[in-house]
């Protein structure tokens, strides 16, 4: 009856969950979808203006020590993970035992981070590699973006970002 009231109220408010579970996070933490925290959620820490979307899957521990459990009893290797400020997680990207991510950042969707990433970058692949700084990022999104007004109202936002496109 737990597991189903948990993964009731992951869908209805992940903020609210995620500070359940034990994560902890700081002002303005937005989710889109549902993130898997983990066995470990308490040891995941989450700064100022970050956002989780669908399928975020954070690891805090090495599964492989099963196998070795047999020979060494109470065997573990757990690991904190930190994410700065200022950062977008894209989804289904898989974070790693021990990773440090640093503020301003943006991991691409499906990465895997293996290894601390620093400020003011952005990364993408498997295993995740610096692509590209933020500054980049910024110079190229401002060239390419449309700005719309309309955030709340769906069908204002469609016909604003359709005559932004020139597609009416």
Request: aromatic letters at 8%; hydrophobic letters at 40%; glycine letters at 10%.
């Amino acid at each position: 009856m737990r597991k189903i009231f948990n993964l009731i109220h992951s869908y209805i408010s992940p903020v609210s969950y995620a500070k359940s579970i034990g994560v902890k996070f700081g002002e303005n933490f937005r989710i889109t979808g549902q993130p898997i925290f983990g066995s470990e959620p308490y040891l995941i820490s989450i700064g100022n203006n970050v956002t989780l979307t669908k399928g975020v899957t954070f690891l805090n521990h090495d599964g492989g020590m099963g196998l070795l459990r047999q020979k060494y009893a109470g065997i573990e290797i757990i690991k904190p993970i930190k994410i700065g400020n200022n950062v977008f997680v894209g989804s289904n990207a898989m974070i790693m035992p021990g990773v440090t991510i640093g503020s301003n950042v943006i991991i691409g969707a499906s990465t895997v981070v293996t290894k601390n990433i620093p400020d003011n970058v952005v990364v993408a692949g498997v295993p995740g590699r610096v692509i590209k700084t933020f500054q980049e990022y910024e110079e190229k999104a401002l060239k390419e973006a449309i700005y719309i007004k309309s955030r709340s109202n769906a069908k204002a936002r469609m016909v604003e970002i359709k005559r932004a496109l020139g597609i009416i």
